[in-house]
């Protein structure tokens, strides 16, 4: 099992930033991916961004493309996704998860993802 924690969130005026942490601890050497989700209110949860554990090939939503940047620091076990240019449709509550089996970071399906974080709110307001 991987267990998942997620810290960095809050509220942010448009146009701020923030930087979300995700610490794992447990079974790490069985991820192979780790991505960012979030869910805004009233709607589904949806891929915000992916990076390969060993070889940091990264992946993101066009939504966020250019001002969000995953990251990852294997020796602290920890994924970042650091939010630039925050717009207040960013708002959500982000979600830190892992999959634990050989695929492409490509594809990042929520199914995909077998363990997941407790979730963060991340607020932006106009």
């Known amino acids: 099992q991987v267990q998942l924690v997620e810290s960095g969130g809050g509220l942010v005026q448009a146009g701020g930033s923030l930087r979300l942490s995700c610490a794992a601890s447990g079974r790490t050497f069985s991820i192979y991916v780790m991505g960012w989700f979030r869910q805004a209110p009233g709607k589904e949860r949806e891929f915000v961004a992916a990076?390969?554990?060993?070889?940091?090939?990264?992946y993101y939503a066009d939504s966020v493309k250019g001002r969000f940047t995953i990251s990852r620091d294997n020796a602290k076990n920890t994924v970042y996704l650091q939010m630039n240019n925050l717009k207040p449709e960013d708002t959500a509550v982000y979600y830190c998860a892992a999959k634990l089996f050989p695929s492409s970071v490509y594809e990042s399906r929520r199914s995909d993802f077998g363990s997941w974080g407790q979730g963060t709110q991340v607020t932006v307001s106009s």
């Open positions: 990076i390969s554990w060993s070889g940091g090939v990264t």
